[in-house]
């Protein structure tokens, strides 16, 4: 099983879900979360005061699919996620040793 975890622009999340859901993903994590990379945030006027926004608004979608799905699940996040623009963000895929569906006791794939 893999865990893949994509910094994204906000407003591309609903068209992310919507990839891995054409796919067979049936679940994932959203947090709002702030950061920067390349992109080294912003300035800002606000009521003629100018504003450094260091950390910029993104989300943070964590998704564990089964090991012959991960490059599929890459793939779309990449494409439904792409602007084009500088602050697109990242993907992060590692290795998940285990996986418990609490309710059950599944474990494994069947837990996904």
Not at 13 to 27: F, I, K, M
Not at 46 to 64: C, H, M, Q, S, T
Not at 86 to 112: C, H, M, P, W
């Amino acid at each position: 099983m893999k865990l893949i975890t994509a910094i994204i622009k906000p407003f591309k999340s609903d068209d992310v879900r919507e990839a891995l859901s054409e796919l067979g993903v049936s679940g994932m994590t959203l947090t709002e979360v702030k950061g920067f990379g390349r992109q080294k945030g912003h300035t800002e006027l606000y009521r003629g005061a100018e504003y450094v926004i260091d950390f910029l608004p993104k989300v943070k979608l964590e998704v564990a699919v089964e090991d012959s799905l991960a490059d599929q699940a890459v793939e779309a996040i990449c494409k439904a996620a792409n602007t084009g623009q500088i602050g697109d963000g990242k993907i992060f895929v590692s290795n998940l040793e285990q996986s418990i569906r609490i309710r059950t006791g599944e474990t494994g794939n069947e837990a996904l």
